[in-house]
């Protein structure tokens, strides 16, 4: 019998700035868009088959050998395998309508898309946690190290903290649901190797008494309610002062969103999405219109508002 699943995975801010390699944020435009990826499996006769479509489908290699996505079929059907599950031909198509390298979680979304797809095409083999370790994994081979701060809020949904410790590696927080965020992705191309190779590799002790005081400062505002505490503390001395200079005019841009009353304004992952954030639509609309006509630079940038996406990567079909 032949069997059809459709599933999407959004974006999601990685660092939130405040929490690098250990915070995510899963967003979801508010005109209910889907921003991010789609991935189809289905039935197929003789052998696996892929097929690479969508927005930005363009910007990576045709081959199917060259895509995540076909390491991911790969390694999920190893997986099977192991578990002497049977293994059937799939054709499997990923609508890629993320960019790559844009700071949103891209690569995440077509590792997480098809993930949950194969597990629900194959009868739910594998629980969450396993999934999660898988796309762990993939997502490792592409950004050159193993980090889940997008993959984790892009299956989970939500905001999440990773704490890699007893078999869990992450940890749902409690999020401010009025907040607006603003989302400006400016058609630069950024790579999250090379911007992780531009960190130090060590960090002076003041710089560390400030990481855990801001990203503990955080959490505990945010489970006491305290808005205006939890994103007081939202900053970045880890990773921002040496990637600003790849996005264009960060500084200024950072500065006009905190004159137009920002929450919170920050490098999304390792960028060159800027995200801000924003406590009434009114101020998110006006600082949209001003990164529309100030911070993109082509035609293929774009910005978006959004709210937080609670509900994380889901079966469509
Ligand atoms: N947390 C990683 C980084 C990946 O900033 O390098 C972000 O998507």
Redesign the pocket.
């Known amino acids: 019998m032949n069997k059809m699943v459709k599933v999407f995975a959004p974006v999601s801010i ?2 939130v700035s405040v929490g ?2 250990s915070l ?1 944020l899963a967003l979801k435009p508010i005109d209910g868009e889907l921003l991010g990826d789609l991935v189809t499996v289905e039935t197929h006769q003789d052998s696996n088959n892929f097929v690479l479509q969508g927005k930005f489908a363009q910007r990576l290699p045709a081959n199917k050998e060259s895509n995540i996505v076909w390491d991911v079929v790969l390694a999920f059907e190893a997986a099977l395998q192991q578990q002497n599950i049977k293994t059937t031909p799939i054709k499997i198509t990923l609508d890629k309508n993320i960019p790559v390298c844009s ?1 949103l ?1 891209s690569s ?1 979304c077509s590792v997480v898309a098809t993930v949950v797809a194969l597990n629900e095409f194959y009868g739910k083999p594998f629980d969450d946690s396993k999934l999660l370790i898988m796309m762990g994994e993939a997502e490792g081979k592409i ?1 050159g ?1 193993l ?1 889940y ?2 993959v984790a809020p892009c299956f989970l949904g939500g905001l999440q903290l990773m704490i890699p410790k007893q078999q869990q590696v992450a940890l749902q927080l409690p999020v401010f649901d009025s907040v607006y965020w603003v989302l400006a992705y400016p058609d630069v191309l950024i790579s ?1 190797q090379a ?2 190779d531009l ?1 130090p590799k060590h960090y002076d002790r003041e710089t560390l008494i400030h990481f855990g005081q801001n990203l503990a400062g955080f959490v505990a505002a945010s489970y006491e309610k305290n808005l205006e505490l939890a994103f007081a503390m939202i900053s970045d001395e880890i ?1 921002e002062p040496y990637r600003a200079e790849l996005l264009p005019d960060f500084q200024t841009t950072k500065q006009t969103m905190l004159d137009m009353n920002s929450l919170a304004m920050g ?4 960028g060159p999405t800027v995200f801000s954030a924003c406590r009434t639509l009114e101020e998110a609309q006006q600082q949209a219109s001003w990164l529309k006509l100030n911070y993109l630079q082509s035609d293929e940038g774009f910005v978006s508002i959004c709210q937080i996406d609670q509900q994380g990567t889901r079966k469509i079909q």
């Open positions: 990685g660092n690098f390699d995510g700071g979680g995440a950004s190290s980090h701060d997008n999250t911007a992780r960190l990773a490098i999304s992952g390792s």
